[in-house]
């Protein structure tokens, strides 16, 4: 899992490199040709007929709309905002997904959660410094990237059936159409082979990293593994201090430690009542 957050990471540093220079479209799509050729292998040794038998398929194509249109977010925004901060927004989507698990997935939550919830949101606004800048383009984008995120989530609450393999097949090959269309628009000349290199390096790392956090989640057990993910903040406020020479604002640290915090409760918590479940049919939270 560490290891899987420092390659996504890699991947988000490389990303707001490679869209100063070229078209947004066009590095999503290279990056996502690249990730799929190494994810054929795989795919073709589980075989075809899973990918084909998949639940719920008006769930699966919201799910890989959303899943696109939150890619286009985030490398518009890291065009724009200091990785760090673009970083911080995607962080708070597990908040967004427990305020809204209630209404979209029946699920209950205590008054524990609620004000962890209230604090994650808080965070939020801290982060965006609440003033005429909150409404710029790229903070808005940054704030609907997160929405998507988050529904990528909780869309996969409910498609658990799903091979985490045929997930990942729809994702890529949803980004690599839309960037197919966008491209053409956008597209700059490559300008050496490693340049194209590394444009491929992009979807070779991503999909690296997802290998890594898949096989994590199922050698151990996801309390042990899943708070890791937030070594992704270190390693953003670490690439964009070294590459892009960005140093965190005194708001945004503020504002990573409670959506932080207020994140590792809510999954602590979820954690604690699952257990509870196991043993009591029915417990209060």
Same mark, same amino acid.
């Given at each position: 899992?560490?290891?899987?957050?420092?390659?996504?990471?890699?991947?988000?540093?490389?990303?707001?490199?490679?869209?100063?220079?070229?078209?947004?479209?066009?590095? !999503?799509?290279?990056?996502?040709?690249? =990730?799929?050729? !190494?994810?054929?292998?795989?795919?073709?040794?589980?075989?075809?007929?899973?990918?084909?038998?998949?639940?719920?398929?008006?769930?699966?194509? =919201?799910?890989?709309?959303?899943?696109?249109?939150?890619?286009?977010?985030?490398?518009?925004?890291?065009?724009?905002?200091?990785?760090?901060?673009?970083?911080?927004?995607?962080?708070?989507?597990?908040?967004?997904?427990?305020?809204?698990?209630?209404?979209?997935?029946?699920?209950?939550?205590?008054?524990?959660?609620?004000? =962890?919830?209230?604090? *994650?949101?808080?965070?939020?606004?801290?982060?965006?410094?609440?003033?005429?800048?909150?409404?710029?383009?790229?903070? $808005?984008?940054? !704030?609907?990237?997160?929405?998507?995120?988050?529904?990528?989530? $909780?869309?996969?609450?409910?498609?658990?059936?799903?091979?985490?393999?045929?997930?990942?097949?729809?994702? $890529?090959?949803?980004? =690599?159409?839309?960037?197919?269309?966008?491209?053409?628009?956008?597209?700059?000349? !490559?300008?050496?082979?490693?340049?194209?290199?590394?444009?491929?390096? $992009?979807?070779?790392?991503?999909? *690296?990293?997802?290998?890594?956090?898949?096989?994590?989640?199922?050698?151990?057990?996801?309390?042990?593994?899943?708070?890791?993910?937030?070594?992704?903040?270190?390693?953003?406020?670490?690439?964009?201090?070294?590459?892009?020479?960005?140093?965190?604002?005194?708001?945004?640290?503020?504002?990573?430690?409670?959506?932080?915090?207020?994140?590792?409760?809510?999954?602590?918590?979820?954690?604690?009542?699952?257990?509870?479940?196991?043993?009591?049919?029915?417990?209060?939270?």
């Amino acid at each position: 899992m560490l290891l899987g957050m420092l390659m996504f990471a890699m991947n988000d540093a490389i990303g707001k490199w490679l869209v100063a220079s070229y078209g947004l479209g066009q590095v !999503i799509l290279i990056r996502s040709v690249a =990730a799929l050729l !190494i994810l054929t292998p795989f795919l073709w040794a589980g075989g075809i007929k899973p990918l084909l038998q998949v639940e719920r398929p008006r769930l699966q194509f =919201a799910r890989v709309v959303f899943s696109t249109a939150e890619i286009f977010c985030f490398y518009y925004a890291v065009m724009y905002m200091p990785l760090a901060d673009v970083m911080t927004y995607w962080l708070a989507a597990p908040i967004y997904v427990a305020a809204a698990s209630p209404l979209l997935l029946g699920e209950k939550v205590g008054w524990r959660r609620w004000t =962890a919830i209230g604090i *994650g949101f808080v965070g939020v606004i801290i982060t965006l410094e609440p003033s005429k800048a909150m409404f710029t383009l790229p903070a $808005l984008i940054s !704030i609907l990237g997160t929405g998507a995120f988050a529904f990528m989530l $909780l869309s996969g609450r409910s498609l658990r059936q799903t091979p985490d393999k045929a997930l990942v097949l729809f994702q $890529l090959t949803g980004a =690599a159409v839309a960037g197919l269309f966008i491209a053409p628009f956008d597209w700059l000349p !490559i300008q050496s082979t490693p340049q194209l290199m590394l444009l491929g390096l $992009l979807g070779v790392v991503a999909m *690296g990293a997802h290998m890594l956090v898949n096989r994590a989640l199922k050698i151990s057990d996801a309390a042990s593994v899943a708070p890791l993910q937030y070594t992704l903040l270190l390693w953003a406020v670490f690439f964009g201090w070294l590459f892009f020479d960005e140093v965190p604002r005194p708001t945004m640290l503020v504002g990573a430690a409670l959506i932080v915090g207020s994140g590792l409760f809510i999954f602590f918590r979820e954690q604690q009542l699952k257990k509870k479940d196991s043993v009591l049919p029915s417990v209060p939270e």
